[in-house]
């Protein structure tokens, strides 16, 4: 049996100036704009934890900054 490890971490609006979405009535969100500086600060926190062996199984953007949840394989 395959066991895994969670870990939630928290990333701070601050880091992320402008990440617009739009949601329509069936709740599907697409990125609506987001600049390349902005990608680049996305990507580094995946490759960063990436790098340390987590694979990632879910971002969830707000007002407040950024919740990413990993998982990795024990």
Not at 17 to 28: A, P, S, T
Not at 44 to 57: R, S, T
Not at 58 to 68: E, P, T, W
């Amino acid at each position: 049996m395959i066991k895994f490890e969670y870990r939630i971490t928290k990333h701070p609006a601050d880091n992320f100036k402008h990440v617009g979405f739009f949601c329509n009535d069936q709740g599907e969100c697409n990125l609506e704009q987001l600049p390349e500086d902005q990608l680049s600060v996305l990507g580094d926190i995946l490759n960063e934890y990436g790098a340390q062996g987590w694979e990632l199984v879910q971002l969830n953007f707000g007002s407040d900054g950024v919740i990413a949840f990993w998982k990795k394989e024990i």
